[in-house]
């Protein structure tokens, strides 16, 4: 496994921890499209799924990774077979995890302070042939009001409508991972957690070279080990704290012009509070009202917000580095004028973890032939 420098002609020292990971190998051939088939059999067996497992494996704790799944009822539905508070399961507790620990990073709820709206849309992407109703639609009305937002897209959507991510991204837009299936990932064995995460990711990546660095849980269904097996492979849980309940509600005007007004509400609130809210482009209706809203906003205004992706959100990378980044970066810078301590996480085709990030040693671990090295180097920035 080669280190790379990065090398970045600056005057300001700083230090800062940056994760590397070796970009995914693109799969031959990927899961269904219907996502009522869960991801199983020789698809468990492939290297993007058995390399990632070894990782996962290495850097979780075994009792995290002991957590029994939940048992799949329908839809959202699952009863859940473990200790919810001690586990933190967000859907019956509300619990988040303020605090990075042996279940991996630290959740995101919302953006900090004041004043500060970090929009997203789930489920997507989607095509539609009524006007104003799919994912274009929304982007189309966010870039007319100059505004960027985070698009959780789910893997197999993406198979069907891939053009859409490189349009997002050219626009100025975020990508997240929504995983491959959208199945509670509590119900699913560790395998099947990877293996949504890891497919969705090699298609990502497909489309636009990039690898997310936050996933949405499907339902906010998540506990410890969900979490833990997620940031092993790096990716942080982003929720949210308003809900437009667009996706929860039956296709009629009465219910679009009750979503609407729930959404223009959130604008006047007083004291503006930062938000980050849930709307999705999953289909016509959801789209739709998501499109109609954006016009009334351009019309009334919003409220002093100002509407950003996660990243901005959270003043974060949107995604993932990848070692072909480091690569590009050491080639084109040379000079240095005032070095500083950055520690730079290289990983291989599997990503990256928090539990071994420490800044200023130099750490390894091993298991087979997969090797996971952190490395703290003096880089001029």
């Known amino acids: 496994l080669a280190l790379y420098s990065l090398i970045n002609a600056q005057t300001t020292p700083s230090t800062s921890a940056i994760t590397v990971v070796t970009p995914p190998t693109i799969p031959g051939s990927f899961p269904a499209v219907d996502q009522a088939v869960l991801i199983s059999g020789t698809f468990l067996q492939d290297p993007i799924v058995v390399n990632a497992m070894k990782i996962v494996t290495t850097v979780v704790p075994a009792n995290i990774l002991a957590i029994p799944p939940s048992t799949y009822i329908s839809g959202s539905t699952v009863t859940y077979n473990s200790d919810a508070a001690a586990n933190c399961y967000w859907p019956t507790t509300q619990c988040q995890r303020a605090s990075a620990g042996t279940w991996g990073k630290v959740d995101i709820f919302t953006c900090p302070g004041t004043g500060l709206w970090g929009m997203t849309y789930d489920d997507g992407p ?3 042939i009524a006007p104003d109703s799919d994912t274009s639609a929304i982007r189309t009305q966010l870039n007319s009001m100059n505004m960027t937002a985070t698009f959780f897209v789910v893997g197999s959507s993406i198979l069907t409508n891939p053009n859409q991510l490189q349009l997002h991204v050219s626009a100025g837009h975020q990508i997240g991972s929504h995983t491959w299936t959208h199945h509670p990932l509590t ?93 999705h482009d999953i289909n016509a209706f959801t789209s739709g009202i998501s499109v109609n809203v954006l016009k009334e906003l351009k019309t009334t205004g919003l409220g002093g917000y100002k509407v950003v992706t996660i990243a901005q959100c959270v003043k974060s990378e949107a995604y993932q580095m990848l070692t072909t980044d480091v690569k590009n970066v050491t080639s084109s810078r040379s000079s240095t004028t005032t070095m500083s301590k950055t520690s730079i996480s290289v990983g291989a085709s599997v990503g990256s973890s928090p539990f071994f990030a420490a800044s ?6 091993e298991c087979g032939v997969f090797i996971f090295v952190v490395v703290a180097i003096l880089i001029s920035l």
């Open 126 to 128: 989607t095509s539609s």
């Open 360 to 365: 200023g040693t130099v750490k390894s671990r």
């Open 187 to 279: 119900s699913l064995s560790n395998e099947q957690i990877v293996a949504e995460i890891k497919y969705t990711e090699a298609v990502i990546f497909r489309e636009i070279n990039k690898v997310p660095a936050f996933l949405r849980p499907p339902y906010g269904d998540v506990d410890d080990r969900v979490r833990a097996i997620a940031s092993a492979l790096g990716y942080q849980m982003t929720f949210w704290n308003l809900d437009s309940n667009d996706a929860n509600v039956s296709n009629s005007a009465e219910n679009a012009t009750a979503v609407a007004t729930t959404i223009t509400g959130w604008v006047v609130r007083t004291g503006s509070p930062s938000m980050i809210s849930l709307q």
